[in-house]
């Protein structure tokens, strides 16, 4: 019999605090947040800071867009509105903007966080690449 996760942590506090330290410490930028319209920023690694140049401090309650500069495509973002309207997974690279402005090419991935059927949330996974 295979042992699960939740066989092996079933306490819900115990998982959370698996999930912030596989967060804190992935090499990925992990963003995350709220279902709003606007998707303001809950949450925010250290690979995010390293990446970007942000701390987490800077981006809690803005939205994903202060990444976005004049070279970022918008077929690529309207691609992803559409996405998660819909409540589905998206993944693509796009040019975003460091917080001293430099252009960077970032892939990624966001999915939805469901509880009961309901989007509560979303996570970005992000890292730099080298090519669109």
Known sequence: MAISI????????????????????????????????????IYANAAFKKLTGYSQEEVLGQTPRILQGPATDKKVIDKLRKVLSTGGKFEDRAINYKKNGTPFIMHWKVLPIKFKGAIKGWIAIQRETSGL
């Open 6 to 41: 939740k066989t092996l942590l079933p306490d819900g506090e115990i998982n959370l605090e698996l999930l912030k330290v596989l967060a804190d410490n992935s090499f990925d930028s992990i963003l995350v947040t709220d279902a709003t319209k606007d998707g303001k920023i």
